[in-house]
Nanobody
Framework: QVQLVESGGGLVQAGGSLRLSCEVS????????MAWFRQAPGKERDVVAG???????TYPQSAKGRFTISKDNAKNTVYLQMNSLRPEDTAVYYC??????????????????WGQGTQVTVSS
């Protein structure tokens, strides 16, 4: 059974930075394509970054230049570095894992495993 546990969320002022972590247990992180999603109250769950089996990274346009996804296979952990945070980045951030190929890397329905989420709040 694969488990994902996020950490690193919190309260930060606009312009600040946070690094989220997602520790994978039960399998190795290299077995999956990974992604970070976020969901604000009343809104859909949107992708903010993805990383393929190869380690190549993908981002939606809204996250390019501010968010960086990475993984450490030795620590079985995926990270999301978030810089220049804005109040509109406030959301619950989720780590997700996908064991099968899909061109729809941005679609939360393609992911089989999810963490419990970590709250990120950006104050103005």
């Amino acid at each position: 059974q694969v488990q994902l546990v996020e950490s690193g969320g919190g309260l930060v002022q606009a312009g600040g930075s946070l690094r989220l972590s997602c520790e994978v247990s039960g399998r190795t992180v290299s077995d999956y394509a990974m992604a970070w999603f976020r969901q604000a109250p009343g809104k859909e769950r949107d992708v903010v970054a993805g990383i393929r089996w190869s380690g190549s990274m993908t981002y939606p346009q809204s996250a390019k230049g501010r968010f960086t996804i990475s993984k450490d296979n030795a620590k079985n952990t995926v990270y999301l570095q978030m810089n220049s945070l804005r109040p509109e980045d406030t959301a619950v951030y989720y780590c997700a894992a996908r064991g099968r190929y899909s061109s729809r890397w941005y679609d939360h329905r393609e992911y089989e495993y999810w963490g419990q989420g970590t709250q990120v709040t950006v104050s103005s």
